[in-house]
């Protein structure tokens, strides 16, 4: 039973006995977990700044996305391709289950279940990341990085959270490879469970850099 055992020592001083508390907690009562979340913190911060620069970029164009004069025919109206970021965002909201299923073993210490889970969300992630390899394309996105000041802020957003998706990668990958190697204890449970926290953060923010780039060049070009 994890508990501290007070005691009186020869001197009269008060003495805690803390050597039957667990090395590690879940939630927030673990150190780690608070700096995760200060983590996700300021990276919502840069995303929700690199949005309202997109929003504070429309007001300099008449026509928005603006005209793509530097193909052939040039473009009027360049709209990006929607096909493959819906694809993606409809990937990662099934993710979800999956994410949450593992992060639920982890906590009954079910090594099986997290295995499995692990695997599957390792698989959904070199999808999500080769679809967004394909997605981050002049023909797709319509624009090369540094053709204007939209092209800079759409390639900024959807390249950032490329990175997020390759972090995904990583610590799918390395948690895998623990767990398969030498098991699943009580600490690397606390790591998959603070790994979903952020992939529900990675969901989220798909969301709403999607509905910005995606949909808000149909909804503000209107």
Not at 114 to 123: D, E, F, N, P
Not at 169 to 186: K, P, S, Y
Not at 196 to 209: F, L, M
Request: proline residues 5%; neutral net charge; charged residues 15%.
């Amino acid at each position: 039973m994890n508990r501290v055992i007070e005691t009186i020592d020869p001197g009269g001083r008060r003495v805690l006995d803390v050597s039957g508390l667990a090395n590690s907690a879940m939630g927030a009562r673990e150190p780690v977990w608070w700096g995760n979340t200060l983590l996700l913190c300021i990276e919502t911060t840069t995303i929700v700044l690199l949005l309202v620069s997109y929003y504070y970029i429309r007001r300099n164009f008449d026509l928005w996305p603006p005209p793509q004069p530097n193909t052939i025919p040039s473009q009027l109206h360049p709209l990006p391709d929607l096909a493959l970021p819906t694809a993606q965002m409809i990937l990662l909201l099934i993710s979800w289950l999956p994410m949450y299923w593992t992060a639920r073993g982890a906590k009954r210490d079910a090594e099986g279940v997290v295995k499995i889970g692990l695997a599957i969300m390792l698989a959904i992630n070199i999808v999500l990341l080769a679809l967004r390899f394909l997605e981050m394309r002049p023909a797709h996105l319509k624009f090369y990085w540094d053709e204007n000041a939209y092209a800079s802020v759409i390639w900024t957003i959807v390249g950032l959270h490329l990175t997020y998706l390759i972090a995904g990668v990583a610590e799918f990958f390395i948690m895998f490879l623990w767990v398969i190697r030498h098991g699943l204890d009580w600490k690397h449970g606390l790591d998959v469970s603070l790994v979903a926290i952020y992939w529900y953060w990675v969901i989220a923010t798909w969301a709403a850099c999607y509905l910005t780039v995606y949909w808000g060049a149909r909804w503000l070009g209107s």
